[in-house]
């Protein structure tokens, strides 16, 4: 079955960087959309970058410039690679894979990041 297991996540003092990391399996990944998304307290889920099986990345305004996704299909790993980062950056971030938007999404558990001084 489809897993997505998260890592990467912690503590960080603002300004600092983390690499998160999907570890995914299940599926055929180098034909998947990846993206990450994050949730913060009190706040509704929100796209943060999404990368195509043909390596386009997106990112949402708030974090481009400072956080990077990339995949490896060789390991099925997708990164996302944060610098400068911020309180408002405090968040669960979650992988998500979805093969196209006609077709159901799978999502990990998440990993928690906080960024705090």
């Known amino acids: 079955q489809v897993q997505l297991v998260e890592s990467g996540g912690g503590l960080v003092q603002p300004g600092g960087s983390l690499r998160l990391s999907c570890a995914a399996s299940?599926?055929?990944?180098?034909?998947?959309?990846m993206s990450w998304y994050r949730q913060a307290p009190e706040k509704e889920r929100e796209l943060v970058a999404s990368?195509?099986?043909?390596?386009?990345?997106n990112y949402s305004d708030s974090v481009k410039g400072r956080f990077t996704i990339s995949r490896d299909n060789a390991k099925h790993t997708v990164y996302l690679q944060m610098n400068s980062l911020r309180p408002e950056d405090t968040a669960i971030y979650y992988c998500?894979?979805?093969?196209?938007?006609?077709?159901?999404?799978?999502w990990g558990q998440g990993t928690q990041v906080t960024v705090s001084s």
């Open positions: 998500m894979a979805r093969r196209g938007v006609l077709f159901r999404s799978y």
């Open positions: 299940g599926f055929t990944f180098s034909t998947y959309v």
């Open positions: 990368i195509t099986s043909v390596d386009s990345a």
